[in-house]
C-alpha cells in the first residue's frame, strides 16, 4: 500500500525515517546559557518544509488507501488467512528488493529513484481502483498490492537516506521526531477518513491516495538539496550489499535496537486483525474500524510531540526497554477486550510506546552510518521494517485462521514482552544505554565485547 511503513517506516515509511544526529564537535566560545532548544528547528529549511508538505499528503492518502484495503479483502473473502495473504504479498518485495534498491540508493541519482516509485505507486492505487470498481477477483488486488510493494521498496532506502541533504546534521534530531510527527498524523487523519470514504465507495479510497502521490511529486520537484549525494563505494553490487551487512553486524549495539523492534512488532502486531475486531467481536462496522485504526497513530503522534518538544533523552536504553514491554502489555489488553472504548485506549497506547522504539531505532540507523553507505544500512533497516510489519501481519493471520483472532493477538503480545526480557538480559550495553545526541558513545563492538556504553 503506498508508502504505508512505519515506517515509521514510512515505510513507511514515503518514509517516517529521517535522520536524527548531534550537533558538530566544534567548541563555541564558553558561555553560561544553554543553548536553547527549537522544536521547529527542521521547518526553519525551505527544502524541509516543501517535503514535510509533499509527505503529509502521500501518507494520508497511503493510509486511506490501507484502511480500505484490508476492510474490502476481508469483506469479500470473510477469512483469516486473506489478511494473511496481504501481509504475504508486501512482505515479500520488501525482504528480497530491500538490499538491493539499497545498493542503488548509494550509487544512482536519488531523486530520480524517489520519483520512480511515486510513480510506481500512483498506478498501483488507479488500478486497485479500477480493480475494486469492477469487483474483479481477489487475485488481482492481491497482484497489485504486491506491485506496490515493490514499487515503493525500491525507492524507500533513497528517500530514507536523502533527508543528511535536505537538513543541516545539527537538526538531524529534530527532523526525525517532525518526521514521525508527520507519520502519525497521517496515520490518525487517514484511517478516521477512510472509514467514513469506504462507507460510501471503497475506489474513492484508492483514487485518493493516487491524488497523494501526485501531489508529493509535485512539492518534491521543488526540494532544494544543501549538499550533493556522495557516492558509494566501487565494489560490485554483490560486495556492496554485504557491506551494509557487514556494517550494522559490527555495531553490535545498532543491531540490538533493530531485532528488538522488529521481533516486537512482528509477534505485536494487531492491526491486521482489526477488520476481524471491528466486524465480529466489537461491532462497530466500517466508522468504528477507522477509528480503532485512527487509535495507535493517534498516540504515536503525541509522542512524538512530545519527543519533539522535549531535549533529547538521557536514559534511552530504559526508556526503550520499558516501551516495548508496555507495548505488549496493552496488546494482551486489547486482545481480551470486547468494549470498544477500552480497545481504543489499548490501541492508542500500543502506538504511543511504539513511537519511542520508533525515534531511538532511526535515530542511531542514521547517526552511526557515513552518507555513502546510508543506502545500505537503510535497505537493511527497512528488511527489518518490513519483517516486522508485513510478516508480522502474515503471522498473526495464520494463527487467527487456526486458532482465532483473540488468542493470536494475546498471544502475541505475550511473546513481545518475552522478547524485551530476553534483550535486557542479553544486552547489558542496552540497559545502560543513555545519550543518543553522542555517536561517540555507540562504537563498535565485537559480538563478545565487555566495553560498554560510555554515560554521559
Same mark, same amino acid.
Given at each position: 500500500?503506498?508508502?504505508?511503513?512505519?515506517?515509521?517506516?514510512?515505510?513507511?515509511?514515503?518514509?517516517?525515517?529521517?535522520?536524527?544526529?548531534?550537533?558538530?564537535?566544534?567548541?563555541?566560545?564558553?558561555?553560561?546559557?544553554?543553548?536553547?532548544?527549537?522544536?521547529?528547528?527542521?521547518?526553519?529549511?525551505?527544502?524541509?518544509?516543501?517535503?514535510?508538505?509533499?509527505?503529509?499528503?502521500?501518507?494520508?492518502?497511503?493510509?486511506?488507501?490501507?484502511?480500505?484495503?484490508?476492510?474490502?479483502?476481508?469483506?469479500?473473502?470473510?477469512?483469516?488467512?486473506?489478511?494473511?495473504? !496481504? $501481509?504475504?504479498?508486501?512482505?515479500?518485495? #520488501? &525482504?528480497?528488493? +530491500?538490499? @538491493?534498491?539499497? *545498493? %542503488?540508493?548509494?550509487?544512482?541519482?536519488?531523486?530520480?529513484?524517489?520519483?520512480?516509485?511515486?510513480?510506481?505507486?500512483?498506478?498501483?492505487?488507479?488500478?486497485?481502483?479500477?480493480?475494486?470498481?469492477?469487483?474483479?477477483?481477489?487475485?488481482?488486488?492481491?497482484?497489485?498490492?504486491?506491485?506496490?510493494?515493490?514499487?515503493?521498496?525500491?525507492?524507500?532506502?533513497?528517500?530514507?537516506?536523502?533527508?543528511?541533504?535536505?537538513?543541516?546534521?545539527?537538526?538531524?534530531?529534530?527532523?526525525?521526531?517532525?518526521?514521525?510527527?508527520?507519520?502519525?498524523?497521517?496515520?490518525? !487523519? $487517514?484511517?478516521?477518513?477512510?472509514?467514513? #470514504? &469506504?462507507?460510501? +465507495?471503497? @475506489?474513492?479510497? *484508492? %483514487?485518493?491516495?493516487?491524488?497523494?502521490?501526485?501531489?508529493?511529486?509535485?512539492?518534491?520537484?521543488?526540494?532544494?538539496?544543501?549538499?550533493?549525494?556522495?557516492?558509494?563505494?566501487?565494489?560490485?553490487?554483490?560486495?556492496?550489499?554485504?557491506?551494509?551487512?557487514?556494517?550494522?553486524?559490527?555495531?553490535?549495539?545498532?543491531?540490538?535496537?533493530?531485532?528488538?523492534?522488529?521481533?516486537?512488532?512482528?509477534?505485536?502486531?494487531?492491526?491486521?486483525?482489526?477488520?476481524?475486531?471491528?466486524?465480529?467481536?466489537?461491532?462497530?462496522?466500517?466508522?468504528?474500524?477507522?477509528?480503532?485504526?485512527?487509535?495507535?497513530?493517534?498516540?504515536?503522534?503525541?509522542?512524538?510531540?512530545?519527543?519533539?518538544?522535549?531535549?533529547?533523552?538521557?536514559?534511552?536504553?530504559?526508556?526503550?526497554?520499558?516501551?516495548?514491554?508496555?507495548?505488549?502489555?496493552?496488546?494482551?489488553?486489547?486482545?481480551?477486550?470486547?468494549?470498544?472504548?477500552?480497545?481504543?485506549?489499548?490501541?492508542?497506547?500500543?502506538?504511543?510506546?511504539?513511537?519511542?522504539?520508533?525515534?531511538?531505532?532511526?535515530?542511531?540507523?542514521?547517526?552511526?552510518?557515513?552518507?555513502?553507505?546510508?543506502?545500505?544500512?537503510?535497505?537493511?533497516?527497512?528488511?527489518?521494517?518490513?519483517?516486522?510489519?508485513?510478516?508480522?501481519?502474515?503471522?498473526?493471520?495464520?494463527?487467527?485462521?487456526?486458532?482465532?483472532?483473540?488468542?493470536?493477538?494475546?498471544?502475541?503480545?505475550?511473546?513481545?514482552?518475552?522478547?524485551?526480557?530476553?534483550?535486557?538480559?542479553?544486552?547489558?550495553?542496552?540497559?545502560?544505554?543513555?545519550?543518543?545526541?553522542?555517536?561517540?558513545?555507540?562504537?563498535?563492538?565485537?559480538?563478545?565485547?565487555?566495553?560498554?556504553?560510555?554515560?554521559?
Amino acid at each position: 500500500m503506498a508508502g504505508v511503513e512505519c515506517e515509521v517506516a514510512v515505510a513507511v515509511e514515503v518514509s517516517c525515517t529521517a535522520p536524527r544526529s548531534h550537533r558538530i564537535a566544534i567548541i563555541p566560545p564558553v558561555s553560561d546559557t544553554p543553548a536553547k532548544h527549537d522544536p521547529y528547528a527542521a521547518f526553519r529549511h525551505s527544502g524541509y518544509r516543501m517535503y514535510a508538505m509533499g509527505v503529509l499528503a502521500t501518507l494520508i492518502g497511503t493510509r486511506i488507501q490501507a484502511t480500505a484495503l484490508v476492510w474490502e479483502v476481508y469483506l469479500r473473502t470473510d477469512e483469516a488467512m486473506s489478511l494473511a495473504i !496481504v $501481509g504475504l504479498v508486501q512482505a515479500v518485495p #520488501v &525482504i528480497t528488493l +530491500s538490499l @538491493p534498491s539499497g *545498493y %542503488l540508493a548509494d550509487v544512482f541519482n536519488r531523486r530520480v529513484l524517489i520519483v520512480l516509485g511515486l510513480i510506481g505507486a500512483t498506478l498501483t492505487s488507479l488500478g486497485l481502483a479500477a480493480a475494486s470498481y469492477h469487483e474483479v477477483d481477489v487475485y488481482w488486488l492481491y497482484v497489485l498490492v504486491g506491485l506496490d510493494a515493490t514499487a515503493l521498496t525500491l525507492a524507500r532506502p533513497a528517500r530514507m537516506a536523502l533527508m543528511p541533504q535536505i537538513v543541516p546534521k545539527a537538526d538531524f534530531p529534530n527532523a526525525v521526531a517532525w518526521n514521525s510527527s508527520l507519520f502519525q498524523i497521517s496515520s490518525v !487523519v $487517514g484511517p478516521a477518513i477512510g472509514g467514513f #470514504v &469506504i462507507a460510501w +465507495s471503497v @475506489p474513492a479510497a *484508492y %483514487l485518493i491516495s493516487a491524488s497523494g502521490t501526485v501531489i508529493f511529486l509535485l512539492a518534491f520537484s521543488r526540494v532544494r538539496l544543501l549538499r550533493p549525494q556522495e557516492k558509494g563505494s566501487n565494489l560490485r553490487p554483490l560486495q556492496s550489499l554485504v557491506e551494509g551487512i557487514q556494517f550494522v553486524w559490527r555495531k553490535r549495539l545498532l543491531m540490538t535496537v533493530i531485532s528488538l523492534d522488529m521481533f516486537a512488532v512482528m509477534l505485536g502486531g494487531a492491526v491486521y486483525l482489526l477488520p476481524i475486531f471491528a466486524k465480529d467481536i466489537l461491532e462497530v462496522g466500517e466508522t468504528g474500524y477507522g477509528w480503532l485504526n485512527a487509535a495507535p497513530a493517534a498516540g504515536a503522534f503525541l509522542m512524538a510531540l512530545l519527543v519533539a518538544h522535549a531535549p533529547p533523552m538521557k536514559r534511552a536504553g530504559r526508556n526503550l526497554l520499558l516501551a516495548v514491554a508496555g507495548f505488549g502489555v496493552a496488546t494482551v489488553i486489547f486482545g481480551y477486550s470486547t468494549n470498544f472504548w477500552l480497545s481504543m485506549v489499548m490501541l492508542f497506547a500500543t502506538g504511543a510506546l511504539d513511537n519511542i522504539s520508533v525515534v531511538i531505532r532511526h535515530t542511531l540507523v542514521q547517526t552511526l552510518t557515513p552518507d555513502s553507505m546510508r543506502g545500505r544500512v537503510s535497505a537493511v533497516n527497512g528488511v527489518f521494517i518490513g519483517a516486522s510489519n508485513e510478516i508480522g501481519g502474515f503471522e498473526s493471520g495464520v494463527v487467527a485462521q487456526w486458532f482465532g483472532p483473540v488468542f493470536s493477538v494475546v498471544s502475541g503480545g505475550v511473546g513481545c514482552i518475552a522478547v524485551v526480557l530476553a534483550s535486557a538480559v542479553a544486552s547489558p550495553k542496552l540497559r545502560r544505554l543513555r545519550s543518543l545526541t553522542d555517536t561517540e558513545d555507540h562504537d563498535t563492538e565485537a559480538p563478545n565485547s565487555d566495553v560498554e556504553v560510555s554515560v554521559k
